[in-house]
């Protein structure tokens, strides 16, 4: 029975930087206060990352539930199988994402027992008052999870806010849609505020909101050019770490503590840019993370690549966000706050899209993908392909592919193995692979290609 | 449609099933423009109109997938991945673009892997919203507007709304056929077997709609004519999933001794029993696509309480129950599907709340997993005659 697995013990990574260490128990503190927030009446909303409406309900003072980072941290505390399991057992496909799965197992249980699971990790998923989905590219289960957790809670609204961004096409240029994409997000939020009004009884305060969304703009540009430090040899933070400080990015965005953190987060860098302190002291050769979420159970692969003289000084997942001064709109004009939201989503979306029409064949992923190589001084890309997302792990190969074609070789892994199933993991493979993808790189090296 | 080469009603059903796109060649040999196109979520109404004919590329369960796994990922849907495959070695090489909707992950972000891999003249992506409020209806109306501008500027001639009211009425007119196919199968027995239905809608999907309207009248008047398919005693299934585009599993269900007799699949009834209003021919296709047409992709808000929710969501399919008089109810998924994937808690017990025994089924698209469901279907079968 799955009440009888405990979880495994877990290896601690070792970061490079302090303001990484931070974020374990961080994450546990709001993990316990989204419990405790439920104890004390707070309305609590189920949420995504990536959604658009971060300020929103910061503004209105909802307490988030992230879901996704819930599974994550089971996966990492390796102890999400017996959550796959009762979901496997509902009829939930193992081939579904495992975030969403980890999520319907656990509240699936929490729903059975009224009240928490056996030794849940970090006091459990809090149950929500309302679910908020959203209709987009990114992925299906934005719209599919919480519907289908209403099996378990048909008492618990949903609101499923659509945020789409134009695609990258040749018949078209996206300039031409762009107003009609953004009137339908200021659309779907302004239903958004409608509805959390009506479940929470209190009403938005839209000069807060415009608050927010300025600290929001604010912490976007910090965030960038804090990571952009990372361009220095050595490098003072890798990917591993990134890992983790992408946490107030994504999980806390619209909040003073997120521009702290960041602040916090570039002061140590630059002290470990003057004084020469990389992640390791001798940098044989550069990384990108060039796609796909990571498999929070084995986070300390990343330590493994760096025993081996590897480093990643950047990275494709979780850099959610650009400089906002470097669109080609002013932001800042557009004072309607739910209207300032959807511009920076969009013009987030498409910002390499510019860039890849100007080389022949070329691709906004792919583009991305060469201007870190050149900014960051890149010798080889690492992707990992999760067998059970779609949305960030499709169009690895492809894009590998188009990079050879109009750019140039450069040795490439793709690793493969899930975010939260550790039954996917063969750690002896994958450092196997990682031995082999370093002899590569050193071949190369040492060719003076 | 060369009769005299290809025979008629379910002759030609079976010609084009077998040799699938062999009249799409054929009339690419003449000069014609042919779109390919995924999924049900093309409006297919504009492609009509300017003057395209529009093909539904399909895959292949009896073809292992070799090629598309050097440029797709195999955590694809691999009815995707095997439609992908079939295009890679060259099975459509007579297209001339394709047009792909956002339906769900597997189609949508492999969107930028068709374009580049085919390098086709023309490819559109059709970024459907998922809400069906009227934001997402009027959204959704601005980009048919945009793929109608795109594909005017690729035809070379404007699609004026004559055209579209007239192609509009002709895909109805299809519809209607499939719907009146449909009928026959109400009688005990069925006048035809779900094997010869999916046959026939699979070869429709490949033809021009004016071609498509004939074989299904064809076929229709044939049936009537030819008497019932055998009698004896056997369950009447009905099968839910998301697309079906080979007899293999439906055939499998029969040869094991039942009826199918009717389905929510595409191509289907969700495909075809829904129509277009003529009024405003955009408008009309937008809340045809998006409101009418029920599927796992879309998410519709709640209205009501909970009950109510699931009638509006799955409410057509215990009415089809009752309406073909269906005995059990076989829902079939494929592996790494998301939108039916996540209902499937939600389906079966709302189907079973009615009274109607479901069997959950999850396979993987190729005759070998196709095979290995025969033992389950024959117990199910088994626990439905014993009741």
Known sequence: MTEEKKPEEKKKRKTATEAASKIGPMVKATIGGTVQAREEGKPIAYSFICCCYDEIIRAMDIVPVWTENYAGVCGAKRDAQRFLERAEAENFSRSLCTYALCGLGFDAWREELGEMPPEPPWGGQARPDMMLGSGQMLCDPRNKWYQAAQHYMPDIPVYDAGAPWPPYEDDYDYREVQDYY??????????????????????????????????????????????????????????????????????????????DFYQELNDELKHKIANKEGVIP????????????PSWFALSDFNYFNSKGAVFPVEVTYRMVEAIYHFDIDLSKITDPLEHIAWRWVKFWTYWYDKAKKRLGSHPDVERLIQYIEDYKIDGIVMHEAFSCRSWHVGLIWQLNLLKKVYKDIPSLILESDIVDISSYNEADTRARIDTFIDTLEAVKSQGR | MPEEAAGKGLAVADRYYQDYGSRARELKRQGKKILGYLCAFVPVEIITAAGFIPFRIKGDVNEPITKADTEMETIVCPLVRSCFDMSLKGSYEFLDGIVIPHACDSICRTYDVWKYSLNLPYSHLINMPHGTGKPSLDFYQALLGTFRTSLSKFAGVEISDRELIQAIKLHNQNRA?????????KASPPLISGTEVAKVLIASVSIPVEESIKMLGDVIEEVRQRGGVPARKSARIMVVGAQVDSIAFIKLIEDSGAWVVADDLCPG????????????????????????????????????????YLEDRFGHMSRMIKDFNVDGVVLYIYKYCDPFGFEVPQIKSYIESKGTPVLYLEDEYSMSTIGRLRTRIQAFLELLGSK
């Not at chain 1, 939020?189 to 415009?210: A, I, N």
């Not at chain 2, 056929?177 to 199968?185: A, Q």
């Open chain 1, 282 to 293: 001798d940098e044989k050769y550069r990384l990108i993370w060039g796609g796909g979420l």
């Open chain 1, 182 to 259: 953004v009137k339908y997000i200021v659309e779907e939020l302004k239903g958004l505020v409608k509805f959390l009004e009506k479940h929470t009884g209190r009403k938005m305060d839209w000069d807060r909101l415009s608050e927010l969304v300025d600290l929001a703009d604010r912490t976007w540009n910090l965030i960038w050019e804090t990571y952009e430090l990372r361009r220095a040899v050595p490098t003072p933070m890798g990917t591993g770490d990134a890992m983790n400080t992408m946490v107030p990015m994504v999980f806390m965005m619209g909040t003073q503590e997120a521009y």
């Open chain 2, 177 to 185: 056929k499939v719907r009146e196919l449909y009928g026959l199968r």
């Open chain 2, 269 to 308: 009834a969700r495909e075809f029993f829904p129509d277009v209003t003529v009024a405003d021919p955009i408008e009309g296709i937008a809340e045809r696509y998006l409101r009418k047409v029920k599927c796992g992709r879309t998410y519709r808000e709640m209205e009501g309480n909970y009950e109510e």
